[in-house]
């Protein structure tokens, strides 16, 4: 029997970065000895004093509902968290609170789209922003970006992009799958014309406290008009190594803040309610897993682009933040290589995989094609033996 799917189902497709995740975690299980540098997620585990809270959420029994759009103390510590951080002043009714950040930038792309409003994404982009805006059935309109710009879109380039259908900018800064972050004069310009457009900015800095070099700088901290059009999406998987953790929010104007709140509050109900109580804590406890976590990755950071750098055919430019390498592998393709001729960075990625036992995301999700992107967020001494193995393939010797 034929099952037939919605239209809008079946023009979302699954997500790489998952999908080559899992395919490393069932190799490990079948004890493949493959080396994963494909999903962005922290190899530290989630620090004590967040684990110790959820414990005691358990203890005090705090397992039942909570008001759907997050509880009030968590709304409060994002509230005081974006204040130390930036000086903005939100109150607890621009917050919600959700089910990782994927769901917050989902329930901005419902509120925010009427079918066929567009969304700008500058690529390369996080794989995800396109399928999200297809399913609140808006339409992805992409900005190109080159390595020689940095991967980052100039004001000319947003501009030329508006049309009246525009509704939103997604900026995400540091970036993913990139490492790029926009420092203050580019963000002044960005934030000039998507205020004068009457554009949201949806400002995705869920990577805000993995930055090596220069400061994180939010858009909203830019003017009076640009905060009214910012709304901040950010989450404690990446900061605090709490992935599956699922807690994400936003910080938003109130009404765009209550909508989403409806919306939740007849899709999901409330994210888990012991994880947002050790959330409290992650935001107002000890914050000092954080600068033994960076200073880890950055140490990764600098061997992993070191070593690209000094391998034929590799190059990469040096991330200032995330975790991730963006590799631009283009002196491959179109070459042979055991064989057989390999044009795409997804026929690369799956024969290193093969042959190499190496796990890696091909650009092409990512809107881009002639690149790989590496997770540093694994073992020095995993980084090690994966890039040797990558090195050993383009040899020749594997
Ligand atoms: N934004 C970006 C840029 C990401 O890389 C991720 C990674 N998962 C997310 C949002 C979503 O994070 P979460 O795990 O909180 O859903
Ligand atoms: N954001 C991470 C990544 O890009 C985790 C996987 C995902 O959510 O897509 O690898």
């Known amino acids: 029997m034929e099952h037939i799917v919605s239209r809008k189902a079946a023009s979302i497709s699954e997500s790489p970065t998952l999908a080559i ?79 990782g950040a994927k769901h917050s930038l989902t329930n901005v792309f419902m509120c925010l789209c009427n079918p066929g409003d567009e969304v700008i994404i500058p690529a390369p982009y996080w794989v995800s922003y396109p399928e999200m805006v297809k399913m609140a059935d808006g339409v992805p309109v992409y900005i190109n970006t080159t390595e020689e710009s940095g991967f980052k879109f100039t004001a000319e380039q947003l501009k030329d992009a508006i049309t009246p259908k525009t509704r939103a900018l997604v900026l995400n800064t540091p970036s993913n799958p990139t490492g790029m972050v926009y420092m203050r004069g580019e963000l002044e310009q960005i934030a000039k014309i998507a205020a004068e457009n009457k554009i949201y900015v949806v400002f995705d800095e869920i990577y805000e406290k993995l930055i090596y070099s220069g400061s994180h700088i939010n858009i909203a901290t830019l003017g009076e008009d640009i905060r009214e059009y910012t709304i901040i999406v950010n989450g404690m998987a990446k900061a605090y190594a709490m992935t599956g953790w699922r807690i994400g ?61 000094s391998i034929d055919g590799l190059s990469c430019l040096v991330p200032q933040g995330a975790f991730y390498v963006f590799m631009n592998v283009r002196g ?28 890696l995301v091909p650009s092409e999700g990512f809107g881009i094609e002639g690149y790989v992107r590496l997770s540093y967020a694994t073992s020095m001494e995993n980084i090690k033996e994966g890039l040797d193995r990558i090195e050993k393939y383009i040899k020749g010797e594997c």
């Open 21 to 99: 995740d899992s395919k490393f975690k069932q190799m490990k299980k079948e004890g493949v000895p493959v080396i994963g540098f494909g999903a962005g997620e922290p190899d530290f585990n989630t620090p004590d004093n967040i684990i110790g809270a959820a414990k005691q959420a358990l203890d005090m029994g705090l397992t039942k509902y909570t008001p759907a759009s997050g509880t009030l103390d968590l709304k409060k510590a994002v509230c005081d968290k974006i204040k130390r951080d930036t000086g903005l002043e939100y109150e607890t009714k621009n917050i919600v609170v959700s089910n």
């Open 332 to 359: 491959l393709l179109g070459k042979e290589h055991y064989g057989k001729v390999i044009n795409t960075s997804s026929e690369l990625c799956a024969d290193l995989l093969d042959r190499a036992l190496v796990a």
């Open 249 to 309: 929010y936003t910080a938003s104007n109130a009404a765009l803040a209550k909508a989403m709140a409806n919306i939740q509050s007849h899709m999901t109900s409330n994210p888990n309610s012991i994880a947002q109580f050790a959330s409290v804590e992650a935001l107002e406890g000890d914050q000092s897993s954080i600068d033994v976590m960076k200073s880890e990755y950055l140490k990764r950071r600098d061997y992993m682009c070191e070593k690209i750098n």
